[in-house]
């Protein structure tokens, strides 16, 4: 089992561009240039920098701050809009082998997590992960580059969220329940015509969409952690006994 740092270094730059920029495209109005910059340079400035970003997290030297172990790792699942996708989950080995009750186990976004520390992440051997490894690796990419691709926003971001929650401790009269009919009706929008039955079949819909996703999500954690229990993964005793940065 290797660190995504490790796949990071593996893999040609250029492909990571591509897909990425594939699954995650820059709209055009979101940069800042010249008005006279060709689409042509933009690209080319646009390229420059991501370069620079994935080079960045090549060579970043890493610093896990515990010693638990961490494995992402690919999944087959449905939204509510969408035919099936592949999705990328993160979990935590000591809760994976701590339950028999697979759906308790939870998976972590991680967009606030230092690049020093998510790059130490195991990837997941399981031929899933591997047979879609760029995916996994743009997931990454996006994930640590929320708050820009130094995370130069990271601290700025945290400060916001930490004080949002205060506020909800402070004042839960403040919170109030999503309704979509009052926010339809705030924005103008034209009320719809609702079916019979519509709610009970779009009710149904989602219940079948959600309990595809956490069949497919508990069978890839479940080969996860049989690879674990029984070591053979590649370097398992590492991921029982080291961090992932003593492995790099």
């Known amino acids: 089992m290797k660190t995504i740092q ?16 594939c699954q995650y495209p820059v709209e055009l109005r979101n940069l800042s240039g010249s008005e006279d910059e060709t689409l042509g340079e933009i690209r080319k400035r646009i390229s420059i920098r991501f370069r620079a ?17 961490w494995v992402l790792f690919a999944y087959k699942g449905q939204d509510n809009e969408s035919m099936p996708r592949k999705e990328v989950g993160l979990l935590r080995v000591r809760e994976l082998l701590e339950t ?8 972590y976004s991680y967009i606030f997590t230092e690049q020093k520390e998510a790059l130490g992440f195991w990837v997941a051997d399981t031929k899933l992960t591997q047979d879609n490894l760029m995916d996994v690796i743009c997931n990454f990419c996006h994930e640590v580059s929320f708050f820009g691709y130094e995370q130069e926003r990271l601290k700025e971001e945290a400060d916001k969220l930490e004080k949002s929650m205060n506020e909800i401790d402070e004042h839960p009269e403040s919170l109030r329940p999503f309704n979509p009919e009052e926010l339809r009706r705030e924005l103008g929008f034209p009320e719809e015509e609702e079916y019979p039955e519509e709610q009970e079949k779009r009710k149904k819909y989602y219940a079948a969409a959600l309990d595809y996703t ?7 954690m479940e080969r996860i952690k049989e690879a674990v229990l029984t070591g053979r993964q590649g370097q398992i005793n590492a991921i029982m006994d080291d961090s992932a940065g003593s492995c790099l």
């Open 214 to 220: 956490d069949y497919c999500r508990n069978i890839e």
């Open 100 to 107: 028999d009750d697979l759906s308790s186990v939870q998976t």
């Open 53 to 69: 970003y994935i080079e960045r997290l090549r060579t970043m030297k890493v610093e896990m701050k515990d010693d638990e172990n």
């Open 6 to 21: 490790q796949i990071l270094r593996e893999q040609d730059p250029k492909k990571i561009e591509n897909e990425f920029f």
